[in-house]
């Protein structure tokens, strides 16, 4: 067959609202035109992000009844601890909140002053947390992975020689890690291949660095991996998953994307002592080793959530959407960050907007009128995001990123529709200046003044 459907069928529905073009303009205005500052119950298709958005199916939610809320040794901490064994190979397994608990843990723990921490492209959470620790981040990504009309099939992929070269420069006493993003979230969802991740691993035996995975979507990556990397078709996306584990000393996760829970995240260790130090930190900020910063139900959910997003009809069918909603949107003339990542589409906010120039956030323009238009919320990832601080991002991106299991075609083709009537009337959009903002994680806040 050459249609892909939704491999599943809807037994619960939540209602979405409508909202006028003047309610909207309104609320835009009292939200200092930072759409995460709108309710919302105000948004019609919400694809601010994929994170914790996703919805859980039968299994799951039968898994919440299930939960055992027992502080120590809980049954429901064993399911869970088996699951991620069984897929990850790795025995040191903590549960935290989410990602930026567990990010907050290790730089805690390896990063500091004088410490610099490569990445293909630091997610913004994983950047202020190294940064926090008075560490450095920096983003090595290839430079296919720069250019929004490179067709590279792997464009997450970390540059090999400036990795190198970095190592040279600073010395391996001041790389606690080398971390590599799976999928590439700040660089437009972008898969990383086997072949890179096993070439990092090489490098790093080589200077005796430590190797990390940001793992959020490590089940995506695997299926392009599958569909896209030579000699990889007849594997299974559980055998891929668990040789990009097997390649790394550790992992952060964010159990909120392929976890496929509303909340959660993993720790993974291989290093006893970085363990040890691990679970106590764990202690004093999440909680008890065997529930993290999680409730016991939240571990069932997740359990069978690592289960379900291998299912290979499952990633089929992710995977399509989002390339679905790509190609209509190139199709109707809009650049978008090509190919079409896993999790999201990135619209090239310059291309779109050659009007607005990046300092006046071209990005969130787009953002404003796609909300005022048609009740879409989106968001800016460029200089709105990244640009704190002097920081020139490469690209100006507006990203729409798919809820799983969420949202059908005939909400896709909704988006397309009103994203192209915006395209259609771009010369209307206007520029912005930032009226007031916080010193770090600005655009979570900010607000700013329409020019
Ligand atoms: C690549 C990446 N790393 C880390 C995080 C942080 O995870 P969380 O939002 O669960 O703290 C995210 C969240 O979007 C992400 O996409």
């Given at each position: 067959?050459?249609?892909?459907?939704?491999?599943?069928?809807?037994?619960?529905?939540?209602?979405?609202?409508?909202?006028?073009?003047?309610?909207?303009?309104?609320?835009?205005?009292?939200?200092?035109?930072?759409?995460?500052?709108?309710?919302?119950?105000?948004?019609?298709?919400?694809?601010?992000?994929d994170s914790g958005t996703g919805?859980?199916?039968?299994?799951?939610?039968?898994?919440?009844?299930?939960?055992?809320?027992?502080?120590?040794?809980?049954?429901?901490?064993?399911?869970?601890?088996?699951r991620i064994?069984?897929l990850t190979?790795?025995?040191?397994?903590?549960?935290?909140?989410q990602g930026?608990?567990?990010?907050?843990?290790?730089?805690?723990?390896?990063?500091?002053?004088?410490?610099?921490?490569?990445?293909?492209?630091?997610?913004?959470?994983?950047?202020?947390?190294?940064?926090?620790?008075?560490?450095?981040?920096?983003?090595?990504?290839?430079?296919?992975?720069?250019?929004?009309?490179?067709?590279?099939?792997?464009?997450?992929?970390?540059?090999?020689?400036?990795?190198?070269?970095?190592?040279?420069?600073?010395?391996?006493?001041?790389?606690?890690?080398?971390?590599?993003t799976v999928t590439?979230n700040?660089?437009?969802g972008?898969p990383?291949?086997?072949?890179?991740?096993?070439?990092?691993?090489?490098?790093?035996?080589?200077?005796?660095?430590?190797?990390?995975l940001d793992a959020c979507r490590f089940a995506e990556n695997a299926y392009f991996?599958?569909?896209?990397?030579?000699?990889?078709?007849?594997?299974?996306v559980r055998?891929i998953v668990?040789?990009m584990f097997?390649?790394?000393?550790?992992a952060t996760i964010s159990a909120k994307k392929d976890g496929l829970v509303?909340?959660g995240g993993v720790?993974?260790?291989?290093?006893?002592?970085?363990?040890?130090?691990?679970?106590?930190?764990?202690?004093?900020?999440?909680?008890?080793?065997?529930?993290?910063?999680?409730?016991?139900?939240?571990?069932?959910a997740m359990a069978q959530g690592f289960e379900e997003v291998v299912d290979?009809?499952y990633l089929?069918?992710r995977i399509?959407?989002?390339?679905?909603?790509?190609?209509?949107?190139?199709?109707?003339?809009?650049?978008?960050?090509?190919?079409?990542?896993g999790h999201?589409?990135?619209?090239?906010?310059?291309?779109?907007?050659?009007?607005?120039?990046?300092?006046?956030?071209?990005?969130?323009?787009?953002?404003?009128?796609?909300?005022?238009?048609?009740?879409?919320?989106?968001?800016?990832?460029?200089?709105?995001?990244?640009?704190?601080?002097?920081?020139?991002?490469?690209?100006?991106?507006?990203?729409?990123?798919i809820p799983r299991r969420?949202?059908?075609?005939?909400?896709?083709?909704?988006?397309?529709?009103?994203?192209?009537?915006?395209?259609?009337?771009?010369?209307?959009?206007?520029?912005?200046?930032?009226?007031?903002?916080?010193?770090?994680?600005?655009?979570?806040?900010?607000?700013?003044?329409?020019?």
């Open positions: 067959m050459r249609t892909i459907i939704e491999p599943f069928r809807i037994k619960v529905v939540e209602p979405i609202r409508m909202t006028t073009r003047e309610q909207r303009e309104r609320i835009l205005d009292e939200a200092g035109y930072n759409v995460f500052l709108i309710h919302a119950e105000n948004v019609l298709i919400d694809l601010l992000t919805a859980m199916s039968s299994l799951q939610w039968s898994g919440i009844m299930r939960g055992d809320e027992s502080y120590a040794g809980a049954k429901s901490w064993y399911v869970f601890r088996e064994q069984e190979g790795f025995e040191h397994i903590l549960p935290t909140h930026r608990a567990s990010e907050r843990i290790l730089f805690e723990l390896v990063g500091g002053p004088g410490k610099v921490v490569p990445n293909n492209n630091h997610f913004d959470t994983t950047r202020a947390n190294v940064e926090h620790t008075g560490a450095k981040a920096v983003d090595l990504v290839i430079e296919e992975g720069k250019h929004p009309t490179s067709r590279h099939p792997f464009k997450g992929n970390i540059d090999l020689e400036k990795l190198e070269n970095l190592i040279n420069e600073v010395g391996t006493e001041h790389i606690p890690l080398v971390m590599v590439n700040s660089g437009g972008q990383v291949s086997l072949e890179n991740l096993r070439a990092v691993r090489k490098l790093c035996d080589r200077y005796g660095l430590p190797f990390f991996i599958k569909r896209r990397e030579p000699g990889q078709r007849d594997r299974s055998a668990r040789e097997e390649l790394v000393d550790g509303n909340i720790l993974l260790l291989r290093d006893d002592a970085l363990a040890q130090k691990a679970d106590e930190l764990l202690i004093l900020t999440e909680g008890f080793v065997t529930y993290g910063g999680l409730a016991g139900r939240d571990l069932e290979e009809d089929q069918y399509r959407a989002t390339e679905y909603l790509g190609e209509k949107l190139l199709a109707a003339g809009i650049q978008i960050v090509e190919p079409p990542g999201a589409i990135y619209i090239d906010a310059k291309h779109f907007c050659p009007h607005i120039p990046p300092e006046q956030f071209p990005g969130q323009a787009l953002v404003c009128g796609l909300y005022r238009h048609a009740g879409i919320r989106a968001v800016e990832i460029g200089s709105v995001m990244f640009g704190q601080g002097g920081n020139v991002p490469a690209m100006e991106l507006v990203r729409l990123a969420v949202y059908t075609q005939s909400h896709l083709d909704y988006v397309v529709e009103a994203t192209t009537e915006v395209f259609e009337q771009r010369d209307q959009l206007r520029g912005l200046e930032i009226a007031s903002q916080p010193p770090a994680l600005r655009h979570f806040t900010a607000r700013f003044r329409e020019l």
